[in-house]
């Protein structure tokens, strides 16, 4: 039996993966145990995870792996330094700190968390991300593409995968990258790079692309066949630790919007720009790879494939027979791609394809706790609970709290890989009630209120709510809301900056999950994968004839998704959810003992 362990970190979103003969075994980020989010550091819980997911000892593994080449992109580094001396002495600095300091223990690490290591390898950063979308997709033979930041040197790759052999066949260099001009406009209109993209992807519908030609004509040359390159006069992150300029900046009007200030018309716009232009180019790139490999079957990964939107784009207009993206598309599916490339092209396991779907367990990867665990841990704690061993009466009883108008906290079974919550570590509520957005971003999520909440659908009743074909398991595909449930909305309500008129104008009749511009971003559960809670959404669809849900992920703005059943009763407690799903027992928030943490943490996670 091979077992192959592979491992993403020292930038962000560190996570493990164990493999054994090319078959998953167990897969999650460090950021859910440590509770630091996005924790770039050596993922050792992570790694105890898998190995006892799996009951074996480190002796066991056949080999750990690495996800990406050090000395590439110390190579990369260096050039890139000597490109734009005198100046970036200060970033070349901060990357060798990281290229010779952290990345230069990993032996060390390893060997602190296994013992003796085992046969220690490395892979490429974009054929890492190229093996998490193949091998597990349904396809016998795919075409591949990944776009990122930056891998080593490459930012985009174009491949062909066939059985268990894959290659890369083309790439597009750094400096040169559709993901860093992505984040130098997520950086630009004031959020986080590397976690703040999905803040900007979720504002541009508010906005109309007013800059996108300005965009193309001085930011991004595209060529044709998708490939394209930057003008990095533009750009900060060649010279300075920031993303853009002086330039950028006056290139735009002004400095960037500071965290704390009010999103305005021109973010808005500046948004709607960027996402357009990126559309456009990951379609064109699409029609390139699939002209190229002659196959009418898709792969995605890398960060730039969790853009929903885009992908939503790429399945109704590029033609194709199949799209398959992975869901822990950015740098912790890293980690799952390494240990599959080993698995199968170097220790020669079979590929078995699921050509019903993939092989990713519904990406429930994660640490799991049995039922009479959490009533351990609650009648320790004397926390008040109801348990229901009945699945069933369980699930009508969640219902029937969501239909009267109850935040839930869900939490069941195992948890899943990447960023999004399926039905596992949860937050749900009535997609029928127009004031349910606002509510769960503003109490219970503590975050912008212009975010978009996801629908979870039954599978096979999508088409009656959704203009998708096919499923849509992972939330990674962004698609219209029905003509037929649209409500006419009035967009020039707001002519200023003032978004909160468009916002709160109910949409369609599942209005908590239709954004501005009439899009979801659409998951379709089914009973194979996702039993628990395909059977909440059944006894929900029995109560009110509606088979929808609102579906967030169980955490707070600044913080992981909760991984254990204490880390989703701090959750629940300290917001505003009214009740706590504990695998078979329900807790009430007003039968809980008052939470001594409330004023303080609320202070430093509201917003302003």
């Not at 460090?30 to 898998?50: G, L, M, T, V």
């Not at 075409?143 to 083309?170: N, P, Q, Y």
């Amino acid at each position: 039996m091979g077992y192959v362990l592979g491992i993403s970190a020292y930038y962000h979103d560190a996570a493990a993966a164990l493999v054994r003969d090319g078959v998953i075994v167990a897969a999650a980020q460090e950021e859910r145990f440590s509770r630091k989010k996005h924790d770039p550091r050596f993922p050792r819980q992570a790694i105890n995870y898998c190995l006892g997911e799996a009951f074996i000892d480190p002796s066991e593994l056949e080999g750990v792996v690495f996800y990406d080449n050090p000395l590439l992109t110390l190579d990369r580094v260096m050039k890139n330094a000597l490109s734009v001396a005198p100046a970036g002495r200060d970033q070349f600095v901060a990357a060798c700190r990281g290229m010779l300091g952290a990345k230069a223990r990993l032996r060390d690490d390893i060997d602190s968390v296994l013992g003796e290591t085992p046969r220690l390898l490395g892979t490429h950063h974009h054929m890492a991300h190229a093996a998490s979308c193949f091998y597990p997709s349904p396809f016998d033979e795919a075409a591949i593409l990944t776009i990122d930041g930056v891998g080593e040197w490459a930012t985009c790759t174009l491949g062909f995968g066939r059985g268990s052999h894959m290659e890369l066949l083309k790439e597009i260099r750094y400096p040169h990258s559709l993901g860093l001009l992505y984040s130098a406009f997520t950086y630009y209109c004031g959020f986080k790079v590397n976690s703040g993209e999905y803040k900007l992807m979720g504002l541009a519908p508010y906005g109309e692309p007013k800059y996108a030609d300005l965009i193309r004509d001085l930011l991004i040359d595209v060529k044709d066949d998708g490939s394209f390159r930057l003008d990095t006069n533009y750009f900060g992150y060649l010279d300075t630790g920031l993303m853009i300029n002086e330039r950028f900046e006056t290139l735009f009007g002004g400095s960037a919007r500071r965290p704390d200030t009010m999103i305005t018309r021109k973010e808005m716009d500046l948004a709607a720009s960027i996402q357009q232009v990126t559309e456009d180019v990951v379609l064109k790139l699409v029609a390139y790879a699939t002209a190229l490999t002659g196959t009418k079957n898709l792969v995605m990964a890398g960060g730039v494939a969790l853009n929903c939107v885009a992908n939503g784009r790429v399945l109704r207009e590029s033609g194709l027979d199949g799209l398959f993206v992975q869901p822990a598309a950015g740098d912790a599916g890293g980690a799952l791609g390494a240990a599959l490339l080993v698995s199968h092209q170097m220790l020669g396991a079979p590929r078995m394809v699921n050509r019903d779907g993939d092989s990713l367990m519904g990406s429930y990867l994660g640490p799991r706790f049995a039922p009479h665990e959490v009533t351990s841990i609650l009648d320790r704690q004397d926390w008040p609970h109801h348990q229901i061993a009945d699945p069933d009466e369980l699930a009508r009883a969640v219902a029937g709290a969501i239909a009267d108008g109850k935040v839930v906290g869900y939490f069941t079974g195992r948890m899943e890989f990447g960023p999004r919550s399926l039905g596992a570590r949860s937050i749900l509520g009535d997609p029928r009630n127009p004031e349910m957005q606002s509510t769960m971003n503003l109490k219970v999520k503590f975050r912008e209120s212009f975010r978009p909440f996801a629908p979870a659908v039954i599978a096979d009743r999508a088409a009656d709510y959704f203009e998708i074909e096919g499923e849509s398991p992972y939330m990674l595909l962004v698609a219209p809301v029905k003509t037929e449930r649209q409500l006419p909305m009035d967009r020039a309500v707001s002519d200023g900056d003032d978004m909160m008129p468009i916002l709160h104008q109910q949409r369609s009749d599942i209005p908590a999950v239709t954004h501005v511009d009439y899009s979801a971003r659409v998951q379709t559960v089914d009973q194979e994968r996702s039993p628990d809670f395909f059977r909440i959404l059944s006894a929900f669809d029995q109560l009110t004839g509606c088979p929808v849900l609102v579906n967030t992920s169980f955490n707070v703005r600044g913080e992981p998704i909760v991984c254990t059943p204490q880390d989703a009763y701090r959750c629940f407690m300290r917001t505003g959810m009214d009740l706590l799903v504990l695998e078979d027992c329900l807790l009430w928030k007003s039968e809980q003992p008052e939470w001594p943490e409330n004023d303080d943490w609320r202070n430093e996670h509201e917003l302003d």
